[in-house]
């Protein structure tokens, strides 16, 4: 899936980028409305994240223009405006979402999955699956052998992520950059309290554990053999 960024602010620009890379996607980035509205009008995008404020042209006019254009890509604002004249008019210009900074990274990583899921026609899976343990997507839950798992918000998007990269070892700053905002410290042992209470729930009532430490390196999800 193709993401075009249209962000001026060169660090929320880059964490964007970095952060939805990291998920997956395939990123690039405009600096000003205007290279916006000429790579979201080129086509080939299944979702375009735009600023309101930005030089040259602002966000209504790059949505106005893809539209004009015939193109019916869907559209996230990130906007620090949060007054609700703002978020009305963006929606009645064609959005299909609006966020407010700032925002926390697992939100808008849930929103930008939410309209690309519509793009892909039901191509991406709704249940995550490892050995007996389940998270559907779509009702938002979790089960291991059967058994229903309570969790947090901050628990689920951890889980969902450890579940979309098994097999993967993720570092303490990647998972930062996922679940937390892109002003979190982690070199604060947040992270570790967050995997330890999420092992208490999906690992310690089962005789066999799903979620590793790599020492030195981070977390994998996998199931290993005894």
């Known amino acids: 899936m193709k993401i075009l960024i249209v962000e001026d602010e060169p660090k929320t620009g880059d964490y964007l980028r970095q952060g939805l890379t990291e998920a997956g996607f395939v990123v690039d980035l405009a600096r000003d409305g205007w290279d916006g509205l000429e790579l979201a009008r080129s086509g ?4 375009l994240i735009l600023d309101v404020m930005l030089p040259g042209l602002d966000g209504w006019r790059v949505l106005a223009g893809t539209r004009r254009a015939g193109l019916e890509t869907p559209v996230l604002f990130l906007s620090a405006r949060d007054r609700v004249e703002d978020r009305v008019k ?39 699956r490892v050995a007996d343990l389940e998270l559907d997507l779509t009702r938002r839950r979790a089960s291991r052998g059967g058994a229903r798992i309570d969790l947090t918000a901050k628990e689920f998007a951890l889980l969902e992520l450890l579940l979309r990269r098994q097999g993967e070892v993720l570092p303490r700053s990647l998972i930062a950059s996922q679940v937390w905002d892109m002003n979190f ?28 430490t790599v020492r030195g390196m981070g977390y994998v999800l996998e199931a290993r053999e005894p």
Do not use: C, M
């Not at 929606?91 to 609006?98: H, K, S, T, V």
């Open 185 to 212: 410290d982690s070199d604060t042992n947040v992270i570790d309290v967050a995997v330890r209470r999420l092992r208490a729930k999906i690992d310690e009532p089962f005789p066999v554990r799903l979620i590793h």
């Open 90 to 128: 963006g929606l009645e210009l064609g959005a299909d979402d609006y966020l407010v900074k700032p925002f926390a990274f697992a939100e808008l990583l849930a929103r930008v999955r939410s309209l690309t899921r519509r793009a892909r026609a039901g191509l991406e899976p709704t249940l995550l």
């Open 44 to 47: 080939g995008y299944d979702l």
